[in-house]
């Protein structure tokens, strides 16, 4: 195990390994979904253009910006500023750009809003879309609903076919709860008859706010009855499903560095700024969140804090010891470690009440239960002289739960 996981890592530790920030422009969201772990989606207040501003810089005097960062506007629904709040908001990221670093803005949305002035917007600027769709009406509506209770999924479809006739290409992001399971063909086949052929599945999580999920009873064999069927279903039908590729790619090319952990457990590979500046890292799920145990988990503040007061603060020190002990944890009792090694803190503090803790339920389906399908029918071909083809690495969005 890596020495750093040992007491707090140093600013010198950590220079350009910040390849995603995640800018809360808004915690307001239009629409209220049953497994949101959001704590503060009513609020509708706007990050102030120096807030954007501070938060590019920080990167910048931390020496924590990678060459490339990718900037993913989250934590709400982004749409709900208007498109000249970010054409505003562009510019002053761009101003305040780190030297030297290449910037590349994206978006996960609900899609009830996207229309054809924020795809100008998207063209103008070249975002990377995500669309959060569970699937056709029937189940899409069971989880999906506006503050009234009504379905949004007809609102999101509006949004797809904008994006579809702009050109503008996007991925899915689909939320598997229980009613999802007995339905894999269905759900796979829904996307491809829309032209929406890369998707991810995420299981619905326990998390934030969200503190019971619908799959937390024993569902593994039903998981994996679910995943076997839809990834079939998706190869006849030309579906990308962002699970088995980002596994095929990590075993045809394994992690390399000294970090052994991933980048949801590893410090400032993911930095959240909140729309009142307050600095997160870790899974951006933690974004503020005040835990009973902890407190707020802000480490301190872009236009107030300097990188060495965060790494010293109780905040960050009380955080990093769970979660590297958690990580060795992993590293040592768990076969799968050499695939999500160790796991999202955000899943780990959700269900056990630390980030010191190992195996989850989100774990168990959506890393075990995968990976043991996708090795299972490795092996099989295998047997006929199958070679594994060459896998796409991974998108920096794969990262961003997008439960929303």
Same mark, same amino acid.
């Not at 910048?60 to 900037?71: C, D, N, R």
């Not at 999580?205 to 503190?211: A, S």
């Not at 839809?230 to 045809?252: M, N, P």
């Not at 470690?337 to 899943?347: Q, T």
């Given at each position: 195990?890596?020495?750093?996981?040992?007491?707090?890592?140093?600013?010198?530790?950590?220079?350009?390994?910040t390849r995603l920030l995640v800018l809360q422009g808004t915690?307001?969201?239009?629409?209220?979904?049953?497994?949101?772990? @959001?704590? *503060?989606?009513?609020? &509708?207040? !706007?990050?102030?253009?120096? =807030?954007?501003? #501070? %938060?590019? $810089?920080?990167?910048?005097?931390?020496?924590?910006?990678?060459?490339?960062?990718?900037?993913?506007?989250?934590?709400?629904?982004?749409?709900?500023?208007?498109?000249?709040?970010?054409?505003?908001?562009?510019?002053?990221?761009?101003?305040?750009?780190?030297?030297?670093?290449?910037?590349?803005?994206?978006?996960?949305?609900?899609?009830?809003?996207?229309?054809?002035?924020?795809?100008?917007?998207?063209?103008?600027?070249?975002?990377?879309?995500?669309?959060?769709?569970?699937?056709?009406?029937? @189940?899409? *509506?069971?989880?999906? &609903?506006? !503050?009234?209770?009504?379905? =949004?999924?007809? #609102? %999101?479809? $509006?949004?797809?076919?904008?994006?579809?006739?702009?050109?503008?290409?996007?991925?899915?992001?689909?939320?598997?709860?229980?009613?999802?399971?007995?339905?894999?063909?269905?759900?796979?086949?829904?996307?491809?008859?829309?032209?929406?052929?890369?998707?991810?599945?995420?299981?619905?999580?326990?998390?934030?706010?969200?503190?019971?999920?619908?799959?937390?009873?024993?569902?593994?064999?039903?998981?994996?009855?679910?995943?076997?069927?839809?990834?079939?279903?998706?190869?006849?039908?030309?579906?990308?499903?962002?699970?088995?590729?980002?596994?095929?790619?990590?075993?045809?090319?394994?992690? #390399?560095?000294?970090?052994?952990?991933?980048?949801?457990?590893?410090?400032?590979?993911?930095?959240?700024?909140?729309?009142?500046?307050?600095?997160?890292?870790?899974?951006?799920?933690?974004?503020?969140?005040?835990?009973?145990?902890?407190?707020?988990?802000?480490?301190?503040?872009?236009?107030?804090?300097?990188?060495?007061?965060?790494?010293?603060?109780?905040?960050?020190?009380?955080?990093?010891?769970?979660?590297?002990?958690?990580?060795?944890?992993?590293?040592?009792?768990?076969?799968?470690?050499?695939?999500?090694?160790?796991?999202?803190?955000?899943?780990?503090?959700?269900?056990?009440?630390?980030?010191?803790?190992?195996?989850?339920?989100?774990?168990?389906?959506?890393?075990?239960?995968?990976?043991?399908?996708?090795?299972?029918?490795?092996?099989?071909?295998?047997?006929?002289?199958?070679?594994?083809?060459?896998?796409?690495?991974?998108?920096?969005?794969?990262?961003?739960?997008?439960?929303?």
């Amino acid at each position: 195990m890596a020495e750093f996981l040992i007491g707090a890592p140093q600013p010198d530790d950590l220079r350009g390994r910040t390849r995603l920030l995640v800018l809360q422009g808004t915690p307001f969201c239009n629409i209220a979904c049953n497994y949101c772990y @959001l704590p *503060d989606r009513g609020n &509708r207040a !706007r990050m102030a253009p120096e =807030t954007v501003h #501070a %938060a590019l $810089r920080w990167l910048e005097t931390s020496g924590l910006a990678a060459p490339e960062l990718a900037v993913v506007w989250h934590a709400g629904e982004p749409l709900t500023l208007p498109v000249d709040w970010y054409r505003d908001a562009f510019a002053t990221a761009a101003s305040a750009r780190p030297a030297g670093a290449i910037l590349r803005h994206c978006i996960q949305t609900n899609g009830t809003l996207v229309d054809d002035r924020w795809c100008a917007l998207f063209r103008e600027h070249g975002v990377q879309v995500g669309i959060s769709l569970d699937g056709p009406a029937r @189940l899409h *509506d069971g989880q999906r &609903r506006t !503050r009234a209770g009504r379905g =949004t999924h007809g #609102a %999101a479809m $509006r949004g797809v076919a904008a994006l579809q006739r702009h050109g503008i290409p996007f991925h899915a992001i689909c939320v598997i709860g229980d009613a999802a399971l007995d339905a894999p063909e269905e759900l796979v086949e829904f996307f491809a008859a829309h032209d929406m052929l890369e998707i991810g599945f995420n299981v619905e999580e326990v998390e934030g706010v969200h503190t019971r999920s619908s799959l937390s009873r024993d569902r593994a064999a039903r998981f994996r009855g679910f995943f076997e069927r839809a990834w079939r279903r998706a190869v006849a039908l030309g579906v990308d499903i962002r699970e088995v590729r980002t596994i095929l790619a990590g075993l045809q090319e394994p992690p #390399a560095g000294a970090w052994p952990g991933n980048d949801q457990n590893m410090p400032f590979d993911i930095v959240t700024v909140t729309h009142e500046g307050r600095i997160h890292t870790f899974s951006p799920e933690l974004a503020g969140l005040v835990h009973p145990r902890i407190g707020s988990l802000a480490l301190g503040n872009v236009l107030t804090s300097t990188l060495q007061q965060v790494l010293d603060g109780p905040v960050f020190r009380q955080a990093w010891a769970e979660i590297a002990a958690g990580v060795a944890a992993c590293a040592r009792d768990c076969s799968y470690f050499p695939l999500c090694r160790g796991g999202a803190p955000s899943n780990k503090l959700g269900e056990l009440g630390s980030f010191a803790g190992t195996e989850t339920m989100a774990c168990r389906l959506g890393h075990q239960e995968i990976a043991e399908t996708v090795l299972q029918q490795i092996l099989q071909d295998i047997d006929q002289d199958w070679a594994l083809p060459p896998v796409a690495a991974p998108h920096n969005m794969d990262k961003i739960s997008g439960y929303f």
